[in-house]
């Protein structure tokens, strides 16, 4: 047959995640915690499923859970949305991008991307018929250009996906970024999907520049979060998007087709949990900032060269002095020989720069992890 994703293989998580397994290898790689989540939480989920919350959800999200996340937006960044008609719950964050894709990207389309880009947008683009538009953030600070996003801007861009807290590089989009992008879309058709799963994980007291803080970017924009990341919970495959009624009414077309509904007694588990700890995810900048602390601390005196990370849970590190393999080799032999597995940088660009020497690193991690992991670094 000929395949509708000629390009695609099998993702790079997938792949280091098994090799790490394969090798015994400690897990740097794909991005998720190895600690547990909040007990309240696994208390809760424990008690709706005993309790018999167990067929399916309603197709836009368990009321109650609309109802907390519409509250969290509001408390976040004084955003007002309706829980009914506004706000759609899905299976993780990956389905609520893929149905945003869908719901507005027709052939001949042009969606704009920012490289190095997360893995799920392309094939999604592709299926939809549409052609992506690669524009490069520049390392180190990896921050958009401005000028080129006006340069690729034309009249067939039909959005723009936007990721910040940004994988797998750590930058955060600024206020003025903000700006410059409601300058570049007005007047225009141009949709946003913005994807802010780590919205919850930014440091140095940085603020997070949610799209729902900006009404003029909000009226054309899905907003996308995830529950993985937020409550350490990144095998429930609970996410969300946001969007005014006209494009949640196009997104949940593609929704009720895609999953239909979402875990249920998950959802419920989750309303309960935002309501009795609306607090939890205020904790979480101290609690991942000590944690990529004492990880680059670890690394001092090291032969790698730390990069900066201002959000998300991971950490680039580069290691032109130890080593001038590719990325994607380095990554492999390292999980093999070195016994420590992390994501080669280059596979998240179209066109990776020839000097790009960048892996990366999850430090959601105990910090016996942490140690372990720096002390092989460390010998390097
Ligand atoms: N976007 C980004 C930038 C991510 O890092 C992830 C998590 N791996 C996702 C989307 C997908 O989130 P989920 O696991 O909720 O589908
Ligand atoms: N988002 C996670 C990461 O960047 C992985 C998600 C996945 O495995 N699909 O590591």
Redesign the pocket.
Known sequence: PTSRLPQVGTTI?TVMSALAQECGALNLSQ?FPDFALPSALTDAVAHHVRAGHNQYAPMAGVVTLREAIATKVLASYGAKVDAGNEVTVTS????A?FCAIQAIVQPGDEVIVFDPC?D?YEPAVTLAGGQVVHVPLAAPAFCPDWAQVSAVIGPRTRAIIL?TPH?PTGSVWSAQDMQQLQQRVRDTNIFLIS?E??EHIVFDGCRHESVLRYPELAARAFV?S?F??TFHA?GW???YCIAPSALSAEFRKIHQYVTFSTATPMQFALADFLSACPQHWQTLPAFYQAKRDRFCSLLDGSRFSVKPSSGTYFQLLEYSSISHEHDVALASRLTREAGIASIPVSVFYRQAPSDLRLLRFCFAKDDATLDAAAAILQTL
């Open positions: 998580f991005g993780g964050a990956t389905e991008l997360y799920s990721n994988n994807d799963v780590y996308v995830s993985g990341k990144t495959k609970v996410g």
